[in-house]
Structure formats: C-alpha cells, structure tokens
C-alpha cells in the first residue's frame, strides 16, 4: 500500500491501539508518540499499549498516552515492529490482531492484515513523519521532538551505515519546530549511567589485540554486569568499543548472559571483515558489518578457542599471526 492509502485508512477508522515493541528504543517509542500525537490532531481516538521495559530515557514521551486498563481498542498498529514475536510482555491477547504494521525492517513477516514497509528509511520515525504531514499538513512541536528522538536515535545521531539524505530532510523539518534540540540531544547521546561508564571503562581496559592488532577482544562476565548494576537498557552498543580501535577490521565482544555457559558474541568491522559470513560459521549472523552469535554449554575460554580457530583461517593467509 502506499503512504497515501496509509493516512486515508487512519482517516477511515478510529480507536487505535499503538503496538511497539520488545526492549523498545528511542524509534518505535518515539514513532509511537508522535503517531498517537497526529492521530489525536486529527480527532482520532488513540493510545499507545504500555511496554513496561520502557526506560527512563523515553518515559515522558510516551507514559501520557498509555491506554487505560479497558480501554476499548478497534484497531491495532504497530510501528517499528518487525514480527509478532518482538510483541512486548503482556501483550499475547493482541497476537494476530495487528490491522496495519507501519515499519522499515525488510524483516517484517507480513503479520499484520496491512503492512507498510520502507526498507530504504534509516528510522521508522521518517515513514512517521511523512505519513503525519500527509495527515495532517502539519506537526506541533512535541511531535517533532518525538520524530527527532526516533530518527537521531535509530542513525546513532546521524553516524550509523543507514543514514541517509532523506534522514537528514526528516530532521531538518522537525529542527524547524521548537524542540529543544540541545537538551535533548544532551539526554538522548551525552549522558550515561555510572554503571554504563563503569562498563565500558573495563570493557575497554579488557581488550586484548590479536592478528597484529587487526582483531580486538573483549569480555562481559555475567559478574561485571551483576557489579556494575548494569541492565540491558545500559548495554546498547556496547559491542562497538572493540570495532572502534583504529587498525582493527574486526571487534568482538563475547558476553555471559544468564550463566557461565549461556554465551554470545557481537562481532563489528569495516569494510576489508565480513560480520555476517564469520558469525554464520556458529550458527548466528546479521548484518556484514555487524552480527552476532549465540552459544550454550562452553565457558568463555572454549569460546575464545574456537572463535581464534576460526580468525585463523582469515587472518594466517594474510600473513598475521595470533
Ligand atoms: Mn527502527
């Protein structure tokens, strides 16, 4: 369907139900408010479902519009959902109930009745707001704060692989609003936990190089996590610090998750390192220039073994060694 077809269904119906989804970040909460903010512009009835792993960081966008307990939805939307298996907790009533999906994975499985899906878009939050100007002509300010916390978040302020002429348009029309673009920039890239500081200073000072400094290796134990304080919401891109190193093609960080023998490995490089190629040698993958990969029954120093076996292959014909 079109983005026309879109707002002319959002025109047709009413009582929306607003789906984000699981571990929710600054774009599908930030799509959500502003479409909830359009749809009420409109004289829409809508609220967003409550996602209780919302972070603090988020809160004040969306916490005003969660629907009430019964509240009498007729139609369900999810933005930036890329499958009914990314549904926040509590929400298993709405599975198969989704009457349009509006998002930019080339993931989406199709789950919802109606599905716009631009995989071109670097952020949900730019389908948003073209869908929103087409709606309504217009967006208010807080709106535009919401967009802006969408598409700066999903491009990692503007600096990620995705971002692209259309996410620097996007922002230079919601830049136009009022939005308290220094303080909100402050809050959304300039501040941190202090357990997240104290992450990434061990993270960093744990690196050790191999293949002449073309490899970095890190490591999360479960006990850095359990010391530091540090939750989920504190390990967002984390795994870049090893990938950050100048000289290095390719940066992995191994983590224990729930125990000792429950692992996974991010893995970032460049262009001259295939992500996706070495993580589905264990049986993970993603993206070329990152991936990821998980692995249960081995401690970390097996994994570290078998990841260096592995490199080997890479990295000995080009004449590194460990
Ligand atoms: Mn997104």
């Known amino acids: 369907m ?13 009582d929306y139900l607003i789906i ?4 929710p970040d600054g774009d599908t909460l930030g799509s959500a408010a502003a479409l909830v903010r359009g749809l009420r512009a409109y004289g829409k009835n ?5 996602n209780e792993e919302t972070t603090s960081k988020y809160l004040g966008f969306v916490s005003p519009f969660w629907a009430p307990d019964g509240f009498d939805f007729s139609h369900v939307v999810s933005v930036d959902v890329a499958s009914e298996g990314l549904f926040p907790r509590n929400s298993d009533n709405l599975l198969g109930r989704t009457d349009l999906a509006i998002d930019h994975h080339p993931s989406n499985t199709g789950y919802a009745r109606l599905t716009y899906a631009d ?24 709106t535009a704060a919401a967009l802006y916390t969408a598409i700066s978040t999903d491009t990692g302020c503007f600096a990620f692989g995705n971002t692209t002429q259309n996410t620097f348009r996007c922002a230079a029309l919601v830049a136009e609003k009022n939005i308290g ?3 909100l920039n402050r809050i959304l890239f300039r501040t941190k936990s202090r357990g997240r500081l104290e992450l990434e200073g061990t993270v960093m000072a744990g690196i050790k190089y191999y293949y002449g400094g073309r490899v970095a290796i890190t490591t999360i134990p479960k006990a850095l996590m359990d010391r530091t304080g540090c939750t989920e919401d504190d390990m967002d891109d984390i795994a870049a610090i090893p990938g950050a190193v ?12 729930s125990s000792e023998t429950d692992l996974k490995i991010s893995v970032r490089s460049g262009s001259l390192f295939n992500s996706n190629e070495f993580c ?6 993603g993206h070329a220039m990152a991936s990821g990969a998980s692995f249960q ?3 970390l120093d097996t994994l570290l073994g078998m990841l260096l076996e592995e490199l080997d292959k890479v990295f000995l014909p080009h004449g590194y060694s460990r």
């Open 2 to 14: 079109t983005l026309s077809e879109v707002s002319s269904w959002l025109r047709e119906h009413d």
């Open 20 to 23: 984000t989804h699981r571990r």
């Open 46 to 50: 809508a609220y967003i479902f409550k």
């Open 119 to 142: 995989g071109s878009k670097a952020a949900c939050g730019e389908i948003i707001y073209d869908l929103l100007i087409d709606l309504n002509g217009d967006i208010d300010d807080d």
């Open 181 to 183: 673009l220094p303080e």
């Open 246 to 257: 100048e000289g290095v093609w390719c940066g992995i960080t191994m983590r224990e998750l």
């Open 280 to 285: 589905s040698k264990f049986g993970g993958g």
């Open 297 to 299: 029954g081995i401690t």
